[in-house]
């Protein structure tokens, strides 16, 4: 974000002007589309109001904007001679498309997150930059050699990497596989999106957890699919609810996150595993198993994942680097019957022609390398620590206003409140004070939820940003 400069003798009103105006010219604000309300810009670029008001009075008087009562300031469409008449509507064409936008609330939350850096994050799902392997990172940039060639690569993803996540996979969770089975994917995200475009059409009916990070996600309402929520318990969702909603709705798939469940926390219990695969191989319907956070068990012993007891082929299994090393290697596998690797990998290869193969070869040596192994043991150390610390600091600011059950692994604490509460007015009072966090609402939850990331801010922050969500928590109640 650009801010004006300070110790320029230029006055601050008279650089925002003169920034404003090159990013009209430069069509990023085309003529007829409206620019940032005087007090929104005020805020993101950290002036007063009345220097942006002066700002805009100074583009008026050029005739480069144009402004109304009631309805803001906007580029005049006569701009260089542009008439009306040739000026695209880019505000219906941005408005239209099939890709649905994000929620409003998560709109908002990551708008602040990128103007407001030094905000205390618990709503982020990743970790912080202290937990990545960077020196993992370097010291194999150093020493490995990297011979892949630089042109396009497989579509279903770099050969040698695939062949490591066959024993990997098997090593760490119990996962037999082969490498034609695997594809490499640019993220969990990824693989879900393309499941739902390749394998999925409009009006089907999918089964998703309730509360569930599915829930957010409108890559569902873009494909038109329509959802049918499983409520998640303690020991995780009911199987013989899939029963019921198949004789309902005729469920075509199932999407679950089994361990460490986002947001919840909760593992589905071993009990409730055979049943689940039962019912999906009688009633012919793929289970969706999403499993980012089994790796971070705290107690080293990562529950057991229903890829690895599906005797029936009906899990399609989807894992990724993002939350157990780097988010910004862009590296996921999603694991499926041949048949469905080829037609997501033939998808996959007319949006982008295949993933770099860099990060593919970096994650490789990563993870055929011993540094993973002492990483992942790092990782789970300070995850565990990061919630002890939460919930300390909970327990001592907020007593008896929540209740949580502490989970054993994953990133995320999920809370209710024992009071009621207006997600989105409690969320605006905290990000006043400089904390942000993800309201329960945002995964399908009824008001009352938060979910807080406890892997992403500094350990330093925690106990400050708890005290700034108790403030505003109780203002809302003052």
Not at 291 to 297: Q, V
Not at 320 to 334: E, P
Not at 362 to 383: P, T
Not at 407 to 412: I, K, S, V
């Given at each position: 974000?650009?801010?004006?400069?300070?110790?320029?003798?230029?006055?601050?009103?008279?650089?925002?002007?003169?920034?404003?105006?090159?990013?009209?010219?430069?069509?990023?604000?085309?003529?007829?589309?409206f620019l940032p309300s005087e007090r929104k810009l005020a805020e993101q670029i950290e002036v007063n109001r009345s220097t942006v008001i002066q700002a805009y009075e100074e583009l008026r008087a050029k005739g480069i904007v144009e402004s109304s009562s009631g309805s803001g300031t906007r580029v005049s469409k006569r701009l260089l001679g542009?008439?009306?008449?040739?000026?695209?509507?880019?505000?219906?064409?941005?408005?239209?498309?099939?890709?649905?936008?994000?929620?409003?609330?998560?709109?908002?939350?990551?708008?602040?997150l990128r103007e407001r850096g030094s905000i205390i994050d618990f709503a982020s799902g990743e970790l912080s930059p202290d937990l990545y392997p960077n020196q993992a990172i370097q010291q194999l940039l150093r020493e490995a050699p990297f011979e892949a060639p630089l042109g396009y690569d497989d579509p279903q993803g770099f050969l040698p990497?695939?062949?490591?996540?066959?024993?990997?996979?098997?090593?760490?969770?119990?996962?037999?596989?082969?490498?034609?089975?695997?594809?490499?994917?640019?993220?969990?995200?990824?693989?879900?999106?393309?499941?739902?475009?390749?394998?999925?059409?409009?009006?089907?009916?999918?089964?998703?957890?309730?509360?569930?990070?599915?829930?957010?996600?409108?890559?569902?309402?873009?494909?038109?699919?329509?959802?049918?929520?499983?409520?998640?318990?303690?020991?995780?969702?009911?199987?013989?609810?899939?029963?019921?909603?198949?004789?309902?709705?005729?469920?075509?798939?199932?999407?679950?996150?089994?361990?460490?469940?986002?947001?919840?926390?909760?593992?589905?219990?071993?009990?409730?595993?055979?049943?689940?695969?039962?019912?999906?191989?009688?009633?012919?319907?793929?289970?969706?198993?999403?499993?980012?956070?089994?790796?971070?068990?705290?107690?080293?012993?990562?529950?057991?994942?229903?890829?690895?007891?599906?005797?029936?082929?009906?899990?399609?299994?989807?894992?990724?680097?993002?939350?157990?090393?780097?988010?910004?290697?862009?590296?996921?596998?999603?694991?499926?019957?041949?048949?469905?690797?080829?037609?997501?990998?033939?998808?996959?290869?007319?949006?982008?022609?295949?993933?770099?193969?860099?990060?593919?070869?970096?994650?490789?040596?990563?993870?055929?390398?011993?540094?993973?192994?002492?990483?992942?043991?790092?990782?789970?150390?300070?995850?565990?620590?990061?919630?002890?610390?939460?919930?300390?600091?909970?327990?001592?600011?907020?007593?008896?206003?929540?209740?949580?059950?502490?989970?054993?692994?994953?990133?995320?604490?999920?809370?209710?409140?024992?009071?009621?509460?207006?997600?989105?007015?409690?969320?605006?009072?905290?990000?006043?004070?400089?904390?942000?966090?993800?309201?329960?609402?945002?995964?399908?939850?009824?008001?009352?939820?938060?979910?807080?990331?406890?892997?992403?801010?500094?350990?330093?922050?925690?106990?400050?940003?708890?005290?700034?969500?108790?403030?505003?928590?109780?203002?809302?109640?003052?």
């Amino acid at each position: 974000m650009w801010k004006p400069d300070r110790r320029s003798k230029k006055p601050l009103y008279q650089q925002i002007a003169d920034d404003m105006e090159r990013r009209i010219l430069y069509g990023e604000y085309p003529p007829g589309s409206f620019l940032p309300s005087e007090r929104k810009l005020a805020e993101q670029i950290e002036v007063n109001r009345s220097t942006v008001i002066q700002a805009y009075e100074e583009l008026r008087a050029k005739g480069i904007v144009e402004s109304s009562s009631g309805s803001g300031t906007r580029v005049s469409k006569r701009l260089l001679g542009v008439t009306p008449s040739l000026t695209p509507n880019w505000r219906a064409y941005a408005r239209g498309g099939t890709f649905a936008p994000n929620l409003p609330m998560i709109r908002r939350i990551r708008e602040v997150l990128r103007e407001r850096g030094s905000i205390i994050d618990f709503a982020s799902g990743e970790l912080s930059p202290d937990l990545y392997p960077n020196q993992a990172i370097q010291q194999l940039l150093r020493e490995a050699p990297f011979e892949a060639p630089l042109g396009y690569d497989d579509p279903q993803g770099f050969l040698p990497l695939r062949e490591t996540l066959v024993s990997f996979l098997d090593k760490q969770l119990n996962i037999r596989t082969t490498e034609s089975s695997i594809l490499i994917t640019s993220g969990s995200q990824q693989s879900l999106y393309l499941i739902t475009q390749c394998l999925l059409a409009p009006g089907d009916a999918v089964a998703i957890e309730d509360p569930s990070y599915s829930y957010s996600l409108p890559m569902f309402q873009s494909a038109g699919l329509r959802l049918f929520r499983i409520p998640v318990h303690e020991n995780g969702i009911d199987p013989e609810e899939i029963e019921s909603l198949f004789r309902q709705h005729r469920i075509r798939m199932i999407f679950l996150n089994p361990n460490y469940q986002n947001p919840t926390g909760s593992i589905l219990a071993a009990s409730k595993r055979p049943r689940l695969l039962k019912l999906a191989a009688e009633l012919g319907i793929p289970i969706v198993e999403d499993d980012p956070f089994s790796l971070t068990s705290f107690d080293n012993r990562p529950p057991a994942n229903l890829k690895s007891i599906d005797a029936h082929g009906s899990v399609l299994y989807v894992g990724s680097l993002s939350k157990i090393a780097a988010s910004g290697l862009r590296v996921g596998w999603l694991i499926a019957p041949q048949t469905v690797v080829k037609r997501l990998a033939d998808a996959r290869q007319q949006m982008d022609f295949g993933l770099s193969v860099v990060p593919q070869w970096l994650a490789n040596e990563f993870l055929r390398s011993g540094l993973f192994d002492r990483h992942i043991r790092f990782l789970r150390d300070a995850l565990s620590r990061k919630q002890l610390h939460l919930m300390t600091a909970l327990n001592r600011m907020l007593a008896d206003k929540f209740s949580c059950i502490p989970a054993q692994g994953g990133l995320n604490s999920w809370l209710k409140l024992n009071q009621p509460v207006d997600d989105s007015k409690l969320l605006e009072e905290s990000l006043k004070r400089g904390v942000v966090f993800m309201p329960g609402t945002v995964f399908g939850s009824e008001p009352g939820y938060v979910r807080f990331s406890f892997a992403r801010p500094a350990d330093h922050e925690l106990e400050s940003g708890i005290q700034k969500f108790a403030q505003a928590l109780h203002a809302l109640n003052d």
